[in-house]
């Protein structure tokens, strides 16, 4: 019986990402131990870290000045929304925590984040929840949501007014 490979195939595509990314990218990745008995999926891994290098230390994203650190307040994570405005307006929390957004405005707001580098058009929406005037919303755990950057937050009702700021997620 004969069991055919895509082995061949993951070679060719791992040669060809590595001579496209020679000049100007990162490393490429390199492929996972060939496959042993059945089962196996042939997976692709990280090229290994350089040596000297503390793989267990988490990157760190920019900390905008100004902004407020919330990833020591508990598992979750107050934000106000106002009329025209959040508090914190910049806020930082770690990936092991959820939000909790409260309107004490007299409209309906939105808790919009985008990812970062999408520019103004077209957006990218990771988070887009919306609460009315005396209303509270709950977010799942941030980490499962989104990942280690600072990323814009906006009202879609009143962007335009101001109602802008950022989360930083660490």
Known sequence: MTRSSGWPLVAALVATLMTACAEDGPAPLSPAAAPSGS?????LSPTPLPPGTD???????????????????????????????????????????????????????????VDPGGGLSPRVIRVDLETPPGGVTNTEVIGQILGQAPYPLYCRFHQVEGMVGTVVVQ
């Open 39 to 43: 089962g196996s999926t042939g997976r």
């Open 55 to 113: 793989a267990s230390a988490e990157p760190s994203a920019a900390v905008p000045a100004g902004c407020s650190d919330l990833r020591d307040a508990g598992p979750v994570v107050t934000i106000v929304e106002r009329d025209n405005a959040f508090e914190p307006a910049c806020l930082v929390v770690a990936l092991s925590q959820a939000l909790s957004i409260e309107n004490r405005g007299s409209t309906a707001h939105t808790f919009t984040v």
